[in-house]
Each structure stands twice: as C-alpha cells, then as structure tokens.
C-alpha cells in the first residue's frame, strides 16, 4: 500500500478533495479489504521541473492491479512521525497550496525518499499511520510544511536496524502467587505447628486437674472463663503495641512467657506432688491455677494479635498470597492441634493427668526461639509514638481499630463477615455438640465423631482455598461468605434428625465453608490495610470475636438449664438464621 499511496501523492497533490477521491480516502481506512479504484485517466508529473503538467503523459488508473490492503497487526506505538508534529492539519493544507507547484513536489519527492527508506523497518500501527498521511496529502488535508527543512532531515518514521528483532509483543500481567522467602516461611509454620501442639496438651490437661484435684466442675468453668476473658483483654490491648514493635519479637515474647506460666503450673503441681509437706497449704490451688491459666490465655491474645500482622512481612502484601499463606498456616495448626490432642491423650492414660503439663512449656519455648529467627522483608509504615502509654493509651489503640473497620465500607462488611461465623462455630462445637450428643442422641461418645467432622472440614477448608489459589481458579472474598452462609444454614438439621449419616457431611460442610470464609476475609483485610494500623485493627476485631464467645455461650448455657434442649436448638437456629442473612448483605458489600 505504501509505494501506491507515494506514487499517487507524486501525481495528484494539485487536486482537490473531490467526490470521488472522498470515497476512495474512506474506502482505503477499512483495512482487510480489496480496492479497485475506477477513476479518470489524470496527468502525472515525471519531474520536478516541468514547467506545465498538460502535455504530461498520462496514466489510467483503470490499468493498476486491485490493491488489497491487509489487515495491520497492532503493536506498541512507535514516536510519533517527524510529519506530524507541528500544527493543525488545515492549516498545512493552506500554507502548502500557496507554495508553487514545482518546490511542492520536490519537497514531497525528498519526503517520499526518506519514508522508502524507514518503510521495511516499519510494521504495525506504524504502517498504518503512513498510509493515512499519505491518503491525506493526496486529498489536500496534508502537505508539506514550508518551514519543515529540520524536519525533513529525518525520516517521517522511526528507523529501527535491519537486523533487530522486532518489538516484542506487551505480556499479560502475571496473575501467579509471588514466591516468598521459603527458609523464613517454613520456619513460620513449624512454629505455628509447635505451639498448637503445645496448648493442645495445656488446655486438655487443665480442666481434667480442675476436676480431679479441686472436685468441682465450677473451677474447670472459671478456668475456661479466665483463660477466654484474659484472652480478650490482652489482644484488645496489643495491637497498638504490634504496630509500634516488631511482630516477630512480640510473638516470641508472647511465646516465651506463655511457657513460663505453664512452667509455673507445672511446678505448682510437681512440688505438691513429691514435695507436699514443702508448705503449709496446697501450692497447686484453685486461685493460683486460675491466675497462672489466665496469664498464658492472655499471651496467647497477644501471639493471636502479631500471627495476623506477620503474613504481610512474610509474604508481601499481595491478597493471593496471603490467603494461600494464611491457609497452608491453618493446615498447619490444625493437623498440629489433632495431633497434640491424641499426643495428650496417650500421655494422661499412660502416666497420668500432671504428665500431661510437660508437654506445654518445652514446645512454647520452641516455638518463641523459631519466631524470634524471623523478620520482616521490608521497614513496615511508621507507626504512631507510643502517648505515654497506660490506660488512656490502650484505649486510643482500640478505638483507632475500631475507627479503622468501621469507616470503610469494606472493612465494615469484612469485619461482620469475621466475627459472626466465628462466634457460630465455636459456640457450635463447644456447646451445642455436647448437648446434642448428651441430651438427643444419649450418648456422648458420638460428640467425638462430630467434633471430628468438623475439625476435618476446617482442613479440607483451607486445602480448598490452598488449591484454588495454586491452581489459578480463584474465588473471591464475598463469594466463600455466600457458601459460608449457606454452610450455617445447613446446621438447622440438628433439629430434623438424629443420624449420624446424614449430620456428619452437613457438619462438615458447614466447617468446609467457614475455615474458607474466615482465611479468604483474613487475606484480604492483611492485604488491605495500612501497616500502621494492621495490629490495632486485627486487635479489635480479636476482642469483640471472644467478647462474643464469651457473651453468647453463657446465655445459650443459660438457656439450655432452663428450657428443653430440642427448643433451644430451634431458637439458636433461628438466631443463626438471621447472621445468615447478614453474611449475604456483607457478601453483597465485599462484592463491590
């Protein structure tokens, strides 16, 4: 197309933009389409320097082959043509009809020699914008400038070496998973592994103490009371002191001495033990046991705060990444958890129940030296200066948290979407279950088999997101909370049906969808906020999720004492129900 469109201009730039120019200048802009140009014989100037162009031969254009013009592949655009730069089009146009005819040529012949020279470098858009110029000049709506010399001393395109290869196409956008540090986050998940293991044992062991050295199943309540409230308050009160140090090292600290208070049991029950004329009173004692218990569950709000800001500096701040992240963290915890439980288990049935608390300290302490070998890949957001600290302080962090969540709409939503389901599925398996297993089917022992569903629907869950992830068919946030929603309806048949086949799958699912759920809400809020505020945010939304717990267990407690058991599971349902239908205005929030 170049080369006609050049001899063309040489011939016909006197002329105006006739009718039947006009059409074949729209005819030439569709690319992929065959021309045959039926057009009157017109004069052509052979030179430069002919005086007149009447006694010029001529030149039918009924003789020229049909051109097909092929339709140009698009590449990155090329700078834009020296041609081009200057001024508006019509006034080129005018400037150049008022030079004479023969300095108009020469200039347009020196032009047409410099794009013969660029046009087999040429390729793409570019091509496609010489040949509209030159369609252009021979309608008049383009010529050469008059003061165009400089510009004429380069070429109207880009010249590239005949050799070079051509411009590579624009590669899409990766969408993969960012390989993290390897080395740092397996050391993160043994760490994670050794202290659920750990407090497995401690949480297996203290209630069994409570109720074989003390007699009274009220001090195992207060001991599981303590250890919920201690939790709540210390991870209320950690997020400002997260975002003012470092993660790692306050998970350590955490760790460590969380391993000194069940160091402290320990001791407390050893030296009554082998030692019990030591002192006047028992020194294993309900107010000691609860005060220490309560320590290492307030620690354990403190790690619970810093394990949510950590992923970030482990892994970057992309969401993909961190909720595949988070999910091999729960896998990780959860298979630790089990295997911690029958661990526990297998040392009080052969040793005895104080055997058990030897488990606890050793692996914390383990798990604070892995933790402390971790930091961050990059200085985190300067985080405010710590006002003098105390009370007044504490309570600025946590409503800076709140504030955070509560002014975005999203973060608002996500909040909802974290606290509701979480506060459903422990109340579920630490309550409900029981009472179910107790009260409906008579026998507790199946109270096993359903906590079992559900812990292995947890892991199924987070493989699930693992997988989705890896194997680039990702789900979005809102989307898990609509099947989590669905998973807490599905608990409605505990009042349809007393069969294990049938409730194990639906227990299952329902813990399949919420472990999704939750992890998928994590990622995104870790990868959403701003690193100032991480700690106080994630600080927030751990003290109202166990403030709930608290709150909603004793009342359905409550309830279950006075009414029949059959009656509270239809009302819970029904409350569960209505946090249905708020996942799904959340979901609908997350979606936008």
């Not at 933009?17 to 729209?26: E, I, W």
């Not at 009472?435 to 199946?446: G, Q």
Request: glycine content about 8%; overall charge positive; aromatic content about 8%.
């Amino acid at each position: 197309m170049r080369p006609l469109a050049v001899v063309l201009s040489l011939s016909l730039l006197h002329l105006q933009a006739a009718p039947v120019f006009a059409q074949f200048h729209q005819q030439a802009a569709a690319p992929g389409r065959a021309y045959s140009p039926v057009v009157p014989a017109v004069p052509i100037a052979l030179g430069a320097g002919l005086g007149s162009l009447t006694s010029a031969p001529t030149l039918s254009f009924q003789t020229l082959p049909t051109v097909t013009v092929p339709k140009l592949l698009k590449h990155a655009p090329p700078a834009a043509a020296a041609s081009l730069r200057a001024r508006p089009i019509l006034i080129q146009a005018v400037e150049a009809r008022r030079q004479p005819l023969p300095a108009r040529i020469a200039q347009l012949q020196v032009q047409a020699a410099k794009d013969l020279e660029a046009l087999p470098s040429t390729q793409g858009e570019a091509s496609q914008e010489v040949a509209r110029e030159n369609f252009d000049r021979l309608l008049g709506a383009k010529s050469i400038r008059a003061h165009a010399d400089a510009v004429l001393a380069e070429p109207a395109l880009p010249v590239e070496p005949a050799l070079s290869a051509p411009a590579p196409a624009p590669q899409a956008a990766k969408t993969s998973v960012p390989s993290p540090d390897k080395a740092a986050t397996r050391r993160y998940l043994a760490g994670t592994a050794a202290f659920k293991f750990g407090m497995e044992a401690l949480n297996l062991a203290m209630p069994l103490l409570a109720l074989t050295v003390f007699g009274q199943a009220a001090w195992a309540a207060a001991l599981a009371a303590a250890w919920g409230l201690s939790q709540a308050l210390f991870g209320s009160l950690a997020g400002g002191f997260v975002d003012r140090h470092s993660p790692t090292k306050v998970l350590s600290w955490a760790m460590g001495l969380q391993s000194l208070a069940g160091a402290g049991l320990l001791g407390l029950f050893a030296l009554d033990h082998f030692l019990p004329a030591l002192l006047p009173f028992a020194a294993f004692n309900p107010v000691a046991a609860v005060a220490l218990y309560a320590l290492a569950g307030g620690f354990l709000g403190v790690a619970d705060v810093a394990r949510q800001v950590i992923p970030p500096a482990l892994v970057g701040s992309d969401e993909k990444a961190l909720k595949e992240f988070d999910a091999r963290t729960h896998i990780a915890y959860e298979v630790a958890g089990v295997a911690g439980a029958f661990f526990a288990g297998w040392v009080i049935k052969t040793f005895g129940v104080g055997a058990a608390l030897l488990i606890h300290p050793p692996l914390y302490l383990l798990a604070a030296i892995v933790f402390s070998t971790l930091a961050a890949k990059a200085s985190p957001a300067p985080a405010p200066p710590d006002e003098g600290g105390g009370p007044r302080q504490a309570l600025k962090d946590v409503l800076e948290g709140a504030r955070t969540l509560f002014s975005n709409p999203v973060f608002r939503a996500a909040f909802f979407a974290i606290v509701l389901p979480f506060v459903i599925h422990r109340v579920f398996e630490s309550l409900l279950v029981p009472v179910f297993a107790k009260t409906l089917l008579a026998d507790p022992s199946k109270a096993a088999w359903m906590l079992g569903f559900s812990n292995a629907g947890e892991l199924l869950g987070a493989f699930l997101l693992s997988r989705s992830i890896r194997g680039g068919h990702v789900r979005r946030s809102y989307q898990w909370v609509r099947w989590m929603a669905l998973g807490t309806l599905a608990l409605w048949a505990l009042c349809f049906t007393q069969s294990l086949p049938v409730l194990l799958p639906l227990i299952a699912f329902s813990s399949v969808s919420w472990a999704a759920s939750d992890l998928s809400l994590r990622g995104k809020l870790q990868a959403a906020l701003e690193p100032a505020v991480r700690g106080r945010s994630f600080s927030f939304i751990s003290a109202a999720t166990f403030l709930s717990v608290l709150a909603v267990s004793l009342g359905v407690g409550f309830l279950f004492d006075a009414l029949p058991a059959a009656a509270v599971l239809i009302g819970v349902n029904a409350a569960f129900t209505l946090a249905a239908a708020a996942m799904l205005w959340a979901a609908g929030k997350l979606k936008r």
